[in-house]
């Protein structure tokens, strides 16, 4: 079982709509995939398909240790098992991070007991960075994927954070999203971007207008809009992250 984060150091930047995306393409690839929102925003539910906002999950877990997550997880069409954060007050959002802060491991511990079988991912959706949720989703990962728009406040503060991300996990990769070719100052972001941390792009996303629509219906772009450049493009996602994680056996692959 492999620990996958989508972090980012810009709000906006498609953390939660690239973590439901891939849990889905993966899951329809015959992967078993577990989606944890570790955000309080707790928004990943709706994405997955959830009507209301999940009122409970992994949040209570961690202001409530007597409360067992395991009970409000959710299986979505597509197979994908879905961890909600949960509704958390803002007096008990500040006792989660307290609680984070004394136990560095916390996260750690938990994705260990969701005992996946080796070829299964987990993929945690988590607030900007940096803040005690996605430093705990950092180190609890195999793999994150910092995701960025190309726009140069969101690639000053990656650049900034890189050491200390790269720090928590050994392995980060560069997802662009929202990309357009069209706009200069998004090229001049990249260069600066590809000059100050001399990492490749693993995935490039394309800015698509009906992204945002799809997902207010209940739908997904790769089905709506299967040759639009942005499905294209996050079939490469799923196709770079299910090729970095073990191969499934001939019966398990759909
Ligand atoms: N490639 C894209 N093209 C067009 N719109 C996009 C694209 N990716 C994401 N969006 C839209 O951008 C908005 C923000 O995306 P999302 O909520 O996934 O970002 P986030 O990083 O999780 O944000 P937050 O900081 O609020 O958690 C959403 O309306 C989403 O539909
Ligand atoms: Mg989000």
Same mark, same amino acid.
């Given at each position: ?13 498609g ?46 877990t ?15 069409d ?5 961890v ?8 008990q959002?500040?006792e ?33 960075y ?53 706009r ?41 809009a299967?040759?639009?450049? *942005? ?11 299910? *090729?970095?994680?073990?191969?499934l ?6």
């Open positions: 079982m492999k620990t996958i984060a989508l972090i980012s150091t810009a709000g906006g930047a953390r939660t709509t690239l973590a439901a995306s891939l849990a889905t393409l993966l899951a329809r690839r015959g992967r078993d995939v577990v989606a944890l929102d570790f955000d309080p925003q707790n928004m990943l539910g709706a994405y997955l398909g959830l009507d209301t906002l999940a009122a409970e999950g992994i949040g209570e961690l202001v409530d240790p007597s409360r067992a997550w395991h009970e409000s997880t959710w299986r979505n597509d197979g994908v098992l879905f909600p954060h949960g509704n958390l007050t803002l007096a959002i500040a989660s991070d307290a609680r984070l802060a004394a136990h560095p491991r916390w996260l750690e511990h938990a994705i260990r007991d969701i005992g996946l079988p080796e070829t299964g991912v987990v993929l945690i959706d988590t607030p900007r940096p803040s005690a949720h996605a430093d705990h989703a950092a180190r609890a990962a195999d793999l994150v994927l910092a995701v960025c728009p190309p726009e140069p406040a969101a690639c000053a503060t990656l650049v900034a954070r890189l050491p200390a991300l790269r720090e928590s996990c050994a392995d980060v990769r560069l997802v662009v999203n929202r990309l357009n070719p069209a200069a100052m998004q090229r001049d972001a990249l260069a600066m971007l590809r000059a100050a941390t001399a990492m490749p792009v693993a995935q490039r996303i394309h800015l698509e207008a009906s992204m945002p629509e799809a997902f207010s219906h209940g739908a997904w772009l790769f089905d709506e299967p040759h639009s450049q *942005a499905s294209h493009d996050l079939h490469g996602l799923a196709q770079h992250v299910d *090729a970095w994680l073990p191969a056996t001939t019966s398990e692959a759909a």
